[in-house]
């Protein structure tokens, strides 16, 4: 594994090993055990969209692995003034071991892959958030012991969790549904992808797809880059909300989960939210576990 790019870059082993590594990370620091597998190890964070979790997961592993990052903003870097890509890979591989980058066109990420000489890890497009599935996933192993036989059901748009889940999902042995409107699909090419290679459903009835879910997903209805979209999908997501009903047709324990930032009445109602927050806020923190092990398999 050079680069975190996409999760369908990594192969099944190469996804448990990264969890079991995160699970250990996390052992670890809740028993006081601090292990600096990255001195002197430098990571260039990009960043082109807001963040909190990425911002401070990616931020605080590398110190608590002996590293250093630095926070880049767009707004301060001449990549935000137009200087290429393919020269800001290789200026920027000559003084770290490692970059970040949060942006909207997945070709931006591959790109400073493809320039660059160091490891690059996508902390968000709007195609796809590696990162954030991996986390997601620990989330679920820890809570429900195993992957194989359960069922995850993702409800609402298509987008780049959407597309990061069904791969992480499907890989490792999970089914996948989800129930999106038309027109807010995943990508085409993934769907095809899912298809061939695991149990994947896709319908524009919500109760059809979390019909005996384990884990139901949800993300917000306007994703980062969309906010002049917010009205009409309004209107588009209206009824592809996790409530208490969609909760009725789900397993009785399913697990509820969400990227976060959340918003309360819209993709999930305030009470299903609540009565989750500690499945949702331990994911928040396995953020920083699983950053932690990318960032150990990718610069050590
Ligand atoms: N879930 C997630 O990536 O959060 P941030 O946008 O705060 O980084
Ligand atoms: N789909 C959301 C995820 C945020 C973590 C967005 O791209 O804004």
Known sequence: MKHLLKLGDLTREEILSILNLADQLKYERKN?????????????????????????????GMYELGGYALFLSNRDLQIGRGEPVEDTARVLSRYLDGIMIRTFAQKEVEDLAKYGSIPIINGLTDYCHPCQVLADLMTIRERKGAFRG????FVGDGNNMANSLMVGAIKTGMSFSIACPKGYE????????????GEFTMTEDVKEAASGADVIYT?????MGQEEEKKIREQAFKGYQVNEGVMNVAK???????????HRGEEITADVFEAHADEIFEEAENRLHAQKAVLCKLLK
């Open 219 to 223: 993300d917000v209805w306007a994703s």
């Open 186 to 197: 995943p990508d085409a090419a993934l769907v095809e992808w899912a298809k061939q290679n």
């Open 32 to 60: 006081g055990v601090s292990n600096e597998y990255l001195k002197g190890k430098k990571l260039g964070m990009i960043f082109q969209k807001s963040s909190t979790r990425t911002r401070v997961s990616f931020e605080v």
């Open 252 to 262: 009785k324990d399913a697990m509820v989960l969400h990227c976060l930032p959340a």
């Open 150 to 153: 359960m069922k995850m059901c």
